[in-house]
């Protein structure tokens, strides 16, 4: 298996934990993000990833050496292939909920603020330095508020965001806490998701997964 990363694309981080709770083994190439312009921009791994982001995946172990992006599709398709153990729940509406938690991080904080946004909002729109690390910390709060809310009165969780295992929802949830925590955004108002967190990363799966403990990591 090979994942193409950069240890601070929490995207890239989500599949990596997700690899680690599955206990699979995986070779890291690095793809960074801001040297050279941007490796992912190169016409080699615009070749690989058309869309021009991390992560991509391949498992030399499939049928078809198919190349996967999207953080999600890739951790389904891990769920699909090697069910055990699992990172869904049986019940079917279980599963909707702990997809519902980590699509509100990947399809609804994450794309307001992730390295081409924040580029695009300095470079483009000469927003300011500080005016842009506010535009992140505000967008990244108020979906995680809106999440908190959500797993403060939901019977469901438990030491996880799902029961006591972690699921494709932890697997969201603690890369994006690792980035409001590097932009300083206040986590004062999400007890339940820090507590969550906090269970996480001590988890050797997490901790091995951390952009501190990645290869490429500066």
């Not at 070779?27 to 921009?41: C, D, F, S, T």
């Not at 081409?116 to 535009?135: M, Q």
């Not at 969780?157 to 955004?185: E, H, W, Y």
Request: glycine share 4%.
């Amino acid at each position: 298996m090979k994942l193409y990363s950069f240890f601070r694309s929490s995207a890239a981080y989500r599949v990596r934990i997700a690899l680690n709770l599955k206990g699979l083994s995986y070779e890291v190439i690095p793809i960074h993000l801001v040297k050279n312009g941007g490796e992912q921009l190169t016409p080699e791994y615009r070749e690989l990833n058309p869309m021009a982001l991390v992560p991509a995946f391949i498992d030399d172990g499939a049928e078809h050496d198919t190349v996967l992006t999207q953080s999600l599709a890739i951790i389904e398709y891990l769920e699909e292939r090697y069910p055990m153990p699992p990172l869904l729940p049986e019940n079917a509406g279980d599963r909707a909920y702990v997809r519902s938690i980590a699509l509100s991080i990947a399809c609804d904080i994450h794309p307001l603020n992730n390295l081409r946004v924040l580029r695009y909002l300095v470079r483009d729109l000469n927003v300011s330095e500080d005016d842009k690390n506010a535009w992140y910390r505000h967008w990244v709060e108020q979906g995680l508020i809106s999440i908190e809310t959500l797993l403060a009165k939901d019977r469901r969780v438990g030491k996880f965001c799902f029961g006591d295992s972690p699921t494709m929802a932890d697997c969201c949830l603690i890369p994006q806490i690792a980035n409001a925590q590097r932009f300083n955004c206040d986590l004062s108002n999400v007890p339940t998701i820090m507590r969550i967190h906090d269970a996480c990363i001590v988890l050797d799966a997490f901790a091995n997964a951390a952009p501190a403990n990645q290869p490429d990591a500066e």
